[in-house]
């Protein structure tokens, strides 16, 4: 069990290279999972919705901290933690 995740700028290919990992383990009998932050779960997407809303570019830093933590701690406990138990590789699309 793996949890591997990509980071970097938009645009500099971590979907690409999640993607042909995803393959290759795939290829190689590995359970995966793919997971996106902020995201990944129900809550979490609604979460990710409201940050990435150009109409709330007033939050205040602390409020936008709190909303990214309250995403990740849902994605950990509901998706990584769980997957990872079960011998997944866990691949995220950031996680900071």
């Given amino acids: 069990m793996k ?7 938009d645009f500099c ?9 995803e393959k290759y383990l795939l290829d190689n009998n590995k359970k995966v999972y793919l997971v996106r932050e902020p ?3 129900k ?3 609604s979460i990710r919705e409201i940050l990435l809303d ?4 007033n ?3 602390e409020t936008e901290l709190l909303l990214f933590s309250s995403a990740r701690a849902q994605l950990t406990r509901e998706i ?6 079960k011998g997944y ?3 995220s699309d950031r996680f900071s």
């Fill in 3 to 9: 949890f591997i995740t990509f980071e970097g700028i």
């Fill in 13 to 21: 290919g971590k979907s690409t290279q999640i993607k042909l990992l």
């Fill in 39 to 41: 995201g990944g779960t």
């Fill in 43 to 45: 809550i979490s997407e």
């Fill in 54 to 57: 150009n109409k709330n570019n």
């Fill in 59 to 61: 939050l205040f830093i």
């Fill in 80 to 85: 990584i933690k769980p997957y990872l138990k």
């Fill in 89 to 91: 590789y866990v691949l």
